[in-house]
């Protein structure tokens, strides 16, 4: 009778302490503010001509608020270099996190006539009186101008050259297609028909060792260039098709000494 009488002595507090913890865990709970956070770090816009080019900026909340929980962003304009009215504007007016929502967006447009194909970046900041603000309070839009591509306006090309931190003598090319191939062009000379002579500081060499080659357009803008001869060991760059440009960095086993060039084509 007394092992019995323990038993049930044992099982007793048990579930007290079982409901004690219980109520401890619901009263720490409720006694949390709601947080509102950023839902990711950072986003990429492409800018594309005649487009809404429209880009939401994810807001969340750690609970459903029984209030709307206004909140603030600001521009960190030390830090960004795309400027609101010229690269941007912003289109949410209401800055709130509605009532028995967990989730709201913060909306800007691009724009394309400012836009830039290298990129700029606006980093915005949350802040809130009413509500504490998580650790991802912060977001990094990139905005890049983006053209469909839809061939090459011109094969004529300028080309300048850059090795050796200076500019060699710079040079015009032709960009011939290659039958039966999409977005390949053979080139004469790729640094230049006195890249060599600049190079030794020897004019004799003016109009040798050309480095032609073949320019490999990819899906993604990245660019190969297949050099014709053993020693010209190609390279690899990039393409802006809003511009037309082609920036590529050349290899070489020509001279005994390792260096790459630069060869920058430009429209002309």
Not at 49 to 66: H, K, R
Not at 160 to 173: K, M, T, W, Y
Not at 209 to 214: A, C, D, E, K, N
Request: charged share 15%.
């Amino acid at each position: 009778m007394k092992y019995f009488k323990s038993i049930f002595y044992l099982l007793t507090i048990s579930l007290a302490l079982t409901s004690c913890d219980r109520d401890l865990i619901e009263t720490d709970i409720d006694s949390i503010p709601n947080t509102l956070f950023f839902l990711d770090d950072g986003g990429i816009l492409q800018v594309e001509e005649g487009e809404l080019n429209q880009f939401d900026i994810d807001i969340n909340a750690t609970a459903l608020p029984s209030t709307n929980v206004p909140y603030s962003i600001t521009i960190d304009e030390d830090n960004s270099t795309a400027i609101e009215g010229v690269d941007f504007d912003i289109v949410t007016n209401n800055l709130v996190l509605p009532s028995g929502q967990i989730a709201t967006q913060y909306s800007i447009v691009g724009d394309f006539n400012n836009a830039s194909t290298n990129g700029k970046m606006v980093v915005f900041n949350l802040s809130s009186a009413e509500a504490k603000i998580g650790n991802t309070n912060q977001f990094t839009l990139q905005l890049f101008k983006s053209c469909p591509f839809e061939g090459l306006n011109t094969t004529s090309y300028d080309v300048d050259v850059f090795a050796f931190d200076d500019q060699a003598p710079s040079h015009s090319v032709t960009l011939v297609p290659v039958a039966g191939t999409d977005n390949q062009w053979t080139v004469t000379s790729s640094w230049g028909p006195d890249f060599v002579a600049w190079a030794t500081g020897d004019p004799s060499y003016s109009g040798a060792f050309l480095y032609s080659g073949t320019i490999v357009l990819n899906d993604d803008y990245t660019v190969d260039f297949i050099g014709n001869d053993a020693w010209a060991t190609g390279g690899s760059g990039n393409y802006s098709p809003c511009t037309q440009v082609f920036d590529i960095t050349l290899t070489q086993g020509l001279f005994t000494t390792s260096f790459t060039t630069q060869v920058v084509m430009s429209p002309n």
